[in-house]
């Protein structure tokens, strides 16, 4: 097979563009309004991937001189201690970002948990006034992930406007707002899912194609526009393909696009891992400057 024929687009370097920024507003709010945006991390539970994400957000946030507050609590908390915290953090002036990492453990209710998150310091974007705000165009606190994807389109592909653009995963999570987003964009959606007819067919009329399904490698190179932008969020464990280090058990991350494939045709990809992955942290700590600056009602800085 020919090398790949794609720009690959490197989420550490976008990633690292958007945290210097961030760094940058954090001073500037710090020196012309005296405000520190602070982060709470609410982890309960012992999920080792939870841990590992909960630590990289309470350090990324550190590092960018945010206050940072993470609230580790046993696996057995109830609902009820748990919507006393998010009560205590809604009324805290110290923080103006609050992230319940999930899942929670059972039987924890997390639409419940995410419903009493005030909308305004919900930096996950998840709640529902968020998901509205965006839906109708408002300023919302939009989902990382989403909004991290945009980002990536922004610097790659610039502007976006005309462009018909195909998501593949509907979830709430994901799919919806990358297409709230894209269309806010000016783009022509098409949101496909487990029930869209002739998946292939949808996909190559991309010129922005969007695979957020949770299915290794099931968007093949066939199915890409050539000169697409190829944006996998996909995040999935498979057996190595060395049979040797597959019969050890080993597993690696692959995404939902087939890479190699796909990189032959498309313009623009993200690889998997080193693309998507990394742009969700800080945009969560963009998002917390948003928030702060919102609740503080400054503009600029
Ligand atoms: P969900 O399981 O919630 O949603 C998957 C979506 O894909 C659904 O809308 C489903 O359709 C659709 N789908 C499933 N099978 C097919 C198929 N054969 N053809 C077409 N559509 C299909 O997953 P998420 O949206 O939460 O996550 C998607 C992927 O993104 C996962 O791999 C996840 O790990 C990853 N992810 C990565 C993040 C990152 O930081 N990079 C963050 C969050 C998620 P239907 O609605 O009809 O069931």
């Not at 996998?232 to 019969?247: C, H, L, Q, T």
């Not at 942290?281 to 600056?293: E, H, I, P």
Request: some cysteine.
């Amino acid at each position: 097979m020919p090398e790949s024929s794609a720009q690959l687009i490197d989420g550490k370097i976008y990633a690292e563009r958007l945290r210097a920024q961030v760094a940058d507003q954090v001073a500037a709010l710090k020196a012309a309004h005296g405000l520190q945006p602070g982060l709470a991390v609410v982890l309960v539970g012992d999920d080792p991937a939870s841990q590992i994400y909960v630590r990289s957000k309470g350090e990324h946030s550190l590092a960018v001189g945010m206050h940072s507050v993470t609230h580790r609590l046993p696996a057995d908390t109830t609902q009820h201690e748990l919507l006393r915290l998010v009560g205590e953090l809604n009324v805290d002036p110290l923080i103006h970002g609050i992230l319940v990492q999930l899942p929670l453990p059972k039987p924890l209710d997390e639409k419940a948990v995410l419903a009493a998150i005030n909308p305004d310091k919900d930096v996950d974007g998840l709640h529902v006034v968020n998901a509205g705000r965006l839906a109708s165009g408002q300023p919302a606190l939009t989902p990382c992930t989403p909004l991290g994807c945009m980002i990536l389109l922004r610097e790659t592909v610039g502007d976006l406007t005309g462009l018909n653009a195909v998501v593949v995963g509907r979830s709430v999570l994901v799919g919806r707002p990358i297409a709230q987003l894209l269309l806010q964009a000016d783009c022509t959606v098409t949101i496909a899912h487990s029930r869209s007819r002739d998946l292939p067919a949808i996909c190559r009329g991309a010129d922005i194609l969007v695979a957020a399904v949770g299915r290794p490698r099931m968007i093949r190179g066939d199915w890409i526009k050539p000169g697409a932008a190829v944006i996998d969020v996909g995040i999935n464990r498979v057996p190595f393909d060395d049979p040797v280090k597959a019969a050890e058990g080993r597993t690696k991350v692959v995404g939902d696009v087939h890479f190699k494939e796909a990189s032959q045709v498309a313009g623009w990809i993200t690889p998997v891992p080193g693309g998507v992955g990394l742009m969700t942290v800080a945009v969560l700590l963009q998002n917390t400057v948003t928030a702060a600056k919102r609740q503080m009602g400054i503009e600029s800085v």
